[in-house]
């Protein structure tokens, strides 16, 4: 009989992502968003896709007794957890609700997989989790360096909290650290919404050629990198969801090494401001308005990830080109209309 999956924050971007690849291998899904940053069209859009409506459950997980009744209902094989708010500016002007959102949530679920004696734990973290690291590429033996945003602080102790649990209790779980995930899915059904205006770079260029801003903003052009724009590691949204999909199957069969892990989800290639608008321009026949501005406060210079460890454990690697997510990106925006 197929696996049933739990997956939290299921119809946002890396979630229905998510979704898809795992309805593509065989197993029943069930997706609990609150829709707080998503729509439920979200919903339609997977099963245009996979031809399954996966099942859906609109459950605000800070809801402990909903999270409870969720689990007398249904029985879970393993739990992919994405449902959390991920703005970093926010964060700093809303810590309280993003400490319970973020964790408050995760107890919930931990608590319920203690109870029941569930199994196999799929964490969203970051590679916030280093900050600055002092080594590039970044590897998973890089020193967790003190967040910079109370965001970053909630991926740093949801690792703890989980580890913690997986030491006192019978479950496993691995961390996956993502790097920058971008593009849309090549049907162009699913991809990312941003509310508002955009902090990550490929939906504000996307929004800037569509003529929704004016300009795009390149911040800082004197950092200590080869052109002098911040560099980071870009990784197509289907690669990322991918990862999931490995990561559970290893944990299933018990092909862990530790109750709890952790590992880099990136390509292990660092792509400039620079080049990411050189490269969107080629790949789309298009021009870019930008300018250089200011240093944005918080921002790193360098982040890219030694992806030896998650190839070889997970068994999985990268498959898609930063142009193949360009092009997405570009066809996921001229489809928002
Ligand atoms: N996108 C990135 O750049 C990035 C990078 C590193 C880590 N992450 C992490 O990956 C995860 C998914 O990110 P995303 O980009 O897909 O974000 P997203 O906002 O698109 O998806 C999160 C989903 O969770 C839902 N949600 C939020 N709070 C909820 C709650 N209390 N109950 C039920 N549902 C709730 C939202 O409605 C949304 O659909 C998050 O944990 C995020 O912090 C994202």
Redesign the pocket.
Known sequence: MAKQILV??G?????SHTVVELQNAGFDVVV???????TIKVLDQITEITGTKPVFEQ????IKADVKAFFDKYQIDGIIH?????AVGESMHKPLDYYE?NLG?LVYLLQEMRDRKLDNFIF???CTVYGQADELPITEKAPVKKAESVYGNTKQIGEEIIEDATKAHDFKAIALR?F??VGAHPTTKIGELPIGVPQ?LIPFITQTAAGLRAELSVFGDDYDTPDGTAVRDYIHVVDLAKAHIAALQRLIDNNNKEKFEYFNVGTGTGSSVLEVINAFETANSLKLNYKIVDRRAGDITAAYADTTIANKELNWKTELSLETALKSAWEWQLKQK
């Open positions: 939290t924050g119809l946002g971007f890396i979630g609990i968003d609150d829709l707080s940053n998503t459950i605000d997980l800070r994405f449902a959390a708010f991920k959102n949530s969203s973290s970051s993502y920058n995930p990550n």
